[in-house]
């Protein structure tokens, strides 16, 4: 969810060197303008395949990470004809809540939300709210807007069914650490609910498999773009 650039500092010079590198801010990050509605997986996956068709390019290489991830198998599943070939890492298919809990957090007011974000913030990377701040064309003020918006996308119930996943026919390759956030459990369903997926689990990782590790992810990543059809 951060920027383009220190999401992916440590693998964008690389694949430079055999892939024209474009990256993406969505709207509201990095240094996009945020347009005040809420975030959403779906119209960020629309973004995204306006812009490629505005490069005139497509079908194309997707690589996102966490809910650039989720973005990504939407962009698969509502524009297939955009995507060749599609790495997603630290994805999920819902939150990792009980129903009922979820279903409460839902239905928080703003105010409640207010209330329990300066906890939830603790639990977040130390870089993060910096890297946000440095960037955004609203300024730091706006990180609490930012911050509501986005466990507001975080909790989207369901962010693709069994039927979506099986209808992606681009070659996925599904990433996570063996730490992520998202269970190993619900990193295999999301492998086996794809029709050509391989699968990836790297070890000593949490989330930041991409910055933790990334010698390994960009080797594991070349290989599987560069494989035959």
């Known amino acids: ?11 964008r010079v690389e694949f ?18 945020d347009d005040g509605r809420p975030f959403s997986y779906q119209e960020m996956a629309e973004d995204t395949a306006a812009v490629i068709r505005q490069l005139g390019l497509g079908p194309v290489d997707v690589v996102g990470h966490c809910d650039g991830g989720n973005v990504g198998l939407k962009l698969a599943r509502s524009h ?15 939150p990792a ?20 974000l300066p906890r939830f913030e603790k ?12 960037v955004t064309p609203e300024g730091a003020a706006h990180w609490p807007v930012f911050l509501a918006k986005s466990y507001r996308l975080w909790l989207t119930p369901v962010v693709l069914d069994a039927a979506d996943l099986k209808a992606i026919q681009a070659p996925v390759l599904v990433v996570a650490g063996d730490r992520d956030f998202a269970s190993l459990e619900s990193t295999a369903e999301l492998y086996r609910g794809l029709a050509k997926a391989q699968l990836f689990i790297v070890p000593g990782a949490g989330h930041g498999t991409f910055s933790g590790r990334p010698a390994l992810v960009n080797l594991t990543i070349q290989q599987f773009l560069d494989s035959p059809p």
């Not at 969810?1 to 693998?11: L, N, P």
Request: aromatic share 6%; glycine share 6%.
């Open 1 to 11: 969810m951060r920027d383009f650039d220190s999401s992916f500092a440590r693998h």
């Open 97 to 116: 809540l009980a129903a009922d809990e979820l279903q409460r957090r839902l239905a928080w007011s703003p105010q409640q939300l207010a209330a329990f």
């Open 16 to 33: 430079a060197a055999s892939h024209a590198v474009i990256g993406i801010d969505q709207r509201g990050h990095g240094r996009s303008r």
């Open 123 to 134: 639990q977040l990377p130390p870089s993060f709210r910096p890297d946000c701040d440095a």
């Open 80 to 94: 297939p004809e955009l995507v060749r070939r599609l790495v997603v890492s630290g994805a999920n298919l819902r």
